[in-house]
């Protein structure tokens, strides 16, 4: 399976901040971007997804940089709630086959009061 | 419209014995993925399948698992003979086709005693 890649984190941010994620991933043949979020032993649950124009849900931003592999989030205004593990997601269909839905490890943020 | 359905929630076996995860798909989806996650590990991709195929099982070990998605019915992981290893959430997730969002179950939580 191909490459997605995080910082694990943690980031440590106060209430309020702005804080913004990356992810890379290392096929150039991958067609669809998503973001989840994944709260302690609970399932992943969809984010956001990510197009090529960047796109923009309240608080949250996210954008997508093809040439050099990449998708970003932003969250604005973070609140306590924002606490979460972030999960960079990327589909890819490839020649020979498909390979569906890979995931990220994840980067946990934690939002201080 | 019901969500991904995913039955046990918590399953606990012994040691040899076989496990069996119920994974029902949203309503339209044929597209079915299973995760495994371990105590503060990110989730770890086991297999993709489609109505009656098996995709991509590239992260299935090579022993005692199988999944199966057969045209009528859930989609079955079995492991067989467990070992205390197996212990973990298991995660299934649906999507409608190829590069859509994935919506995620609540996660079978296995214990090996």
């Known amino acids: 399976r191909k490459e997605v890649e995080q910082d694990p984190g943690p980031f440590n941010v106060p209430e309020g901040a702005t804080v913004a994620f990356n992810c890379t991933y290392s096929?150039?043949?991958?067609?669809?971007f998503f973001w989840y979020r994944q709260d302690c032993r609970k399932e992943p649950k969809l984010l956001m997804s990510?197009?090529?124009s960047g796109n923009e849900d309240g608080r949250f931003t996210a954008q997508l940089n093809r040439a050099s592999q990449y998708i970003s989030l932003l969250i604005r205004d973070s609140k306590l709630s924002d606490s979460a593990t972030y999960l960079c997601?990327?589909?890819?269909?490839?020649?020979?086959?498909?390979?569906?839905?890979?995931f990220g490890k994840g980067t946990h943020l934690i939002i201080q009061p | 419209n019901a969500g991904v359905m995913q039955n046990p929630r918590h399953l606990v076996r012994r040691r040899g014995q076989e496990a069996r995860l119920r994974c029902s798909p949203m309503?339209?989806?044929?597209?079915v993925y299973w995760y495994r996650q371990l105590p503060e590990e990110g989730l770890k991709f086991m297999v993709y399948?489609?109505?009656?195929?098996?995709?991509?099982e590239s992260g299935m070990p090579k022993e005692r698992f199988s999944a199966e998605f057969p045209k009528e019915g859930p989609s079955i992981l079995r492991i067989q003979q467990v070992v205390r290893g197996d212990s973990a959430a298991y995660f299934c997730?649906?999507?409608?086709?190829?590069?859509?969002?994935?919506?995620f179950g609540q996660g079978t939580r296995l214990t090996v005693v």
């Open positions: 997601v990327v589909s890819t269909v490839s020649g020979g086959g498909a390979d569906g839905l890979t």
């Open positions: 997730a649906s999507s409608a086709s190829l590069n859509t969002e994935a919506f």
């Open positions: 399948l489609q109505k009656e195929n098996i995709i991509d």
């Open positions: 096929n150039s043949a991958s067609q669809s």
């Open positions: 990510v197009y090529s």
């Open positions: 309503k339209g989806h044929s597209h």
